[in-house]
């Protein structure tokens, strides 16, 4: 019999909505929530011996602490999700099975494909879930499916519901590039634009947001990609493929002024916003409506991070860290400037 | 962050890419190296253009939007400040 150690978020495990997003991590005894099903459905090869819950703020930073937890219930596959679309479940889910991974113990998460936590998971196996909580029944047979196979001994593949990075493998085929390349072109002369032996990555839909009712009532943020930072950029921010963001005071700051702050963007020149640096952060603007009242107020701080060749899988980080942290602080909207 | 939902303004110039990318509200600035300023104008004036950005983000902010949505400072009425604009600034 296989142990498994299931992971989920403070929702599915029963404890809270948004009120317990900075909840946990915590260890608890046998499955919880969905895991119940799922247990049921690996039973009686295997079974779920622990769950380790956290909440969806602060799980992405808190991956060391909940795969100790995990490691304690002496695991040998690491489950987590299904994460479904959400963004900051999802990448909580494939921060934990990669950081399992990293720690020797195998894993594998469940989520859907248009999940923004899908690229983090690197090697570790994600296994297609449906979109929305409403297809957890079908989610949870394909993830034992999946389960069962891993344990096994076997490894999944795209016939298995497989998503996210594959291995590209060297495989030899019965033809040769030219007529493969032939049988494609008449292929997608055939009707079908988008057959292809390479998939590329695609960028996925963004359902906007509400509209705030009225700007005067709420907090608003000053987030930038501009690489704005403070003094001679005392946190390393990098000038190009950043992996991180950073966040700088504002509270009693009416004007950045010149020379207390530069730009560490690689990607274009950087002259004017060393200059005067409103024309990446709008401060003095946004003060000024702030005391007319047309903004209900500014947030204490602003978020800066470096647009430049950063990959898609960190800006998707850094949009559901931004969009946490502003949750949690009150801020209801943000302007961010992109050079 | 529009997933999440915080309704956020994205204040560029390369608005095809805004676009392309699927940001929910964009708002077109004048050059790639100085979203909220315009380097041309002088200091009263850039505040100024700094400021109608920026009102032109809250109003971005306080609109529906079901698709990538462009808004442009002082849409709708009579362009009486084309005469004085810049053009815009691609390069870098």
Known sequence: MARIVHYVNQFFAGVGGEDQAGAGPVLRDGPVGPGARLAELVAPEHEIVATVWCGDDVAPGKVDEIVALVRSAEPDLVVAGPAFTSGRYGLACARVVAAADQAGLAGVASMHEDNPGLDEAGAVPVVASGEVARRMAPSLDRLAAGIRRLLAGETLTADDGRIGKLARLTVVTETTAATRSVDLALVRLGGDGAATEIPLPRFDRVTPAAPVADASAVTLALVTEGGLVAGDNPDGLESARATKWLRYPLEGRDALASGDYMSVHGGYSTVWANEDPHRILPLDAARELEAEGAIGGLLGEYFVTTGNGTSVANARRFGIEWAGDLRNSGARAAILTAT | ?92
């Open chain 2, 1 to 92: 962050m529009e997933r999440a939902g915080i309704p956020t303004a994205l204040l560029c110039n390369l608005v095809t890419i805004a676009e392309r990318v699927g940001a929910p509200r964009i708002v077109r600035t004048r050059g790639i190296p100085y979203p909220t300023g315009d380097p041309s104008l002088d200091a009263e004036g850039e505040k100024q253009w700094r400021r109608q950005l920026v009102e032109c983000a809250l109003e971005a902010l306080q609109t529906e939007v079901h698709e990538p949505t462009v808004f442009e400072v002082g849409q709708g009425r009579t362009s009486t400040s084309s005469a004085a604009a810049p053009s815009e600034v691609t390069h870098a």
